[in-house]
């Protein structure tokens, strides 16, 4: 399966499940995952319980993560930087 199609079942499979009235915005996270082999990036996505455009953490404060919290993404994919 590509990168694309499990990228957009994960989304499908977090956002099925209902979200706290909580949550007032999504943010979708880059981060460097260790000791996975062949992946240098990967995507997490919360649900934060504020948001502010003027705020640049407003995405710290989170209140909600799907069942599984993020995927790695393959380095054929995304390169190494």
Not at 15 to 29: G, I, Q, Y
Request: contains cysteine; hydrophobic residues 35%; glycine residues 8%.
């Amino acid at each position: 399966m590509s990168f694309e199609d499990q990228f957009s079942r994960w989304i499908d499979d977090s956002l099925a499940a209902d979200t706290p009235s909580s949550v007032k915005a999504f943010s979708f996270n880059l981060c460097e995952p260790a000791g996975i082999a062949g992946v240098k990036f990967g995507v997490e996505l919360i649900g934060a319980g504020t948001f502010d455009e003027d705020d640049p953490d407003w995405a710290c404060n989170d209140v909600w993560e799907p069942q599984v919290r993020g995927i790695p993404i393959p380095k054929n994919y995304s390169g190494e930087s």
